[in-house]
């Protein structure tokens, strides 16, 4: 599997880090942790995006480009609400993903339990591995001269 690269991630990861509640927008979403493996005959990606609601994400597929896109936003609050202070991040969080040709994308199932979106892709019934059986081949003739 092969996964689309940014220049400017690795950036907005530290930045984040250093400046709590940095959120990203549309046009630039903020990065989501992510673990990729093979389990068998699945491959499964597994995306953190806590605090996020259900209906909130959006997952699509075009031909082997996967992109998350999810949207935390702030907790509602009155005019009585003082805020003291504001660790979560919210705004727009996204991640592509480039599947490899072996990937079934037309079988992609998703689970999201605990914040955590779980993506599992079988593997292509064409790139598991098969036993080709030797055919013992035409009858010998002579050649006569």
């Known amino acids: 599997m092969l996964m689309r690269t940014d220049p400017f991630r ?3 990861r530290i930045t984040q880090q250093l ?12 990065a989501m942790p ?24 959006d997952i699509d597929v075009e031909r082997n480009m996967l992109t998350v896109r999810a ?3 702030p907790a509602a609050g009155g005019d009585a609400v ?5 660790e979560r991040s919210f705004g727009v969080f ?3 993903v480039m599947l490899a040709d072996t990937l079934d994308t037309e079988r992609i199932s998703a689970d ?12 292509a019934e064409r790139a598991k591995p098969r036993k080709i059986s030797i055919g013992a081949g035409p009858d010998p003739k002579e ?3």
Do not use: C, F, K, N
């Open 143 to 145: 050649i006569s001269g």
């Open 19 to 30: 400046l709590p509640g940095t959120s990203g927008t549309w046009s630039r979403p903020s």
């Open 71 to 73: 949207e935390r936003r």
């Open 94 to 96: 996204s991640r592509q």
């Open 34 to 57: 992510m673990d990729a493996y093979r389990d068998g005959d699945v491959y499964v990606i597994a995306l953190d995006i806590p605090g996020v609601d259900r209906d909130a994400i």
């Open 10 to 12: 690795e950036l907005d």
């Open 112 to 123: 999201y339990d605990a914040g955590v979106l779980t993506l599992r892709v079988p593997i």
């Open 82 to 86: 003082q805020m003291e202070l504001a």
